[in-house]
Nanobody, 128 residues
Framework: VQLVESGGGLVQPGGSLRLSCALS????????IGWFRQAPGKEREGVSC????????YYSNSVMGRFTISRDDAENMVYLQMNSLRPEDTAVYYC??????????????????????WGQGTQVTVSS
């Protein structure tokens, strides 16, 4: 199982970035793929999640309306389009795979403990 993130970098406030998560091995069979982020001194927080079969999308309040998650099952890729970036979006961004999506997933998708495998992370810095 492997997840590899790419697409991070330095961007000015108001700019955009698209993060990619390449899935290989059993990761591409996992039901939920989430994006998380962790800033220095802060806990890891859920940003967005998309499910495999019905492509349901979930977003944290802090990114709703600015970020869009998508997946290409043919290419085994999951993307996070980030627009209108703010300095507070600065963090290391991780993608993660969840093997089980519980009936209350709408309430628990953002909890790191619900994910089985993680990528190595990609740095996003929003600064002028």
């Amino acid at each position: 199982v492997q997840l590899v993130e790419s697409g991070g970098g330095l961007v000015q406030p108001g700019g955009s970035l698209r993060l990619s998560c390449a899935l290989s091995g059993f990761a591409k069979e996992y039901i939920g793929i989430g994006w998380f982020r962790q800033a220095p001194g802060k806990e890891r927080e859920g940003v967005s999640c998309i499910t495999r079969n019905d492509h349901l999308e979930y977003y944290s309040n802090s990114v709703m309306g600015r970020f869009t998650i998508s997946r290409d099952d043919a290419e085994n890729m999951v993307y996070l389009q980030m627009n209108s970036l703010r300095p507070e979006d600065t963090a290391v961004y991780y993608c993660a795979a969840a093997g089980i999506v519980s009936p209350d997933w709408e309430s628990v998708w953002g909890r790191p403990r619900n994910y089985d495998y993680w990528g190595q992370g990609t740095q996003v810095t929003v600064s002028s």
